[in-house]
């Protein structure tokens, strides 16, 4: 199964994912990881994992249909079957939508819908939640909203702090990541039999 990764930051999901031996035994192969900030540390994960790199920055395109064409002319002779937002900071708009429609999955720190868009964690800590979670989703075109592939809940503990339960969260979504790729997977491999 081919696949990209998008991402924007720190990249600990796109690590997770590109480390995995079991997913790459059943046939997991990352072609490309896509970034739209040239400085963000995924890329050196990416380069320790030998994964090719697409930085490709909004600022350079007159506007977003554009910039998502630029990727998907990257994309496409790589036969990409779907695409892994991990950590992706832009809005996909129904350009790259209708290109891969219902094969675009995303990643949110918290139980969509609630405590959807930016700084989930943060907020959800600062509301004082005694549940939070990970929801991993196929997108549309709203922000965190789609079909729910998996959701998982995390549990406030009493002594956290917002770094001790943002710590948990991450945890969580790695190991989620990994699981529902690894469900694709087999339903692929069911498929190819
Ligand atoms: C994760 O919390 C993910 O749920 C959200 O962005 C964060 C990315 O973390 N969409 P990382 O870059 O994978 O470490």
Known sequence: MRVAVFASGNGSNFEAIAKSDELRNLGL????????????????RAKKYHIPVFVNQLSNYPDRSSYEQAIIEKLKPLNIEY?????????VTPTLLTAYPNHIINIHPSLLPKFSGLEAIERTFKAGEEVTG?????????????????????VRLRNDTEASLEARIHQTEHQMYRQVILDLLNKNNEVAK
Do not use: R
């Open 83 to 91: 695409i892994l937002l991990a950590g992706y900071m832009k809005v």
């Open 29 to 44: 192969e990352i072609e490309i990881l896509v970034c739209d900030q040239p400085k963000a540390h995924v890329l050196k």
């Open 134 to 154: 990970v929801t991993i989703h196929y997108i549309d075109e709203g922000v965190d909203t789609g079909p729910i592939i998996k959701q998982c809940k995390v």
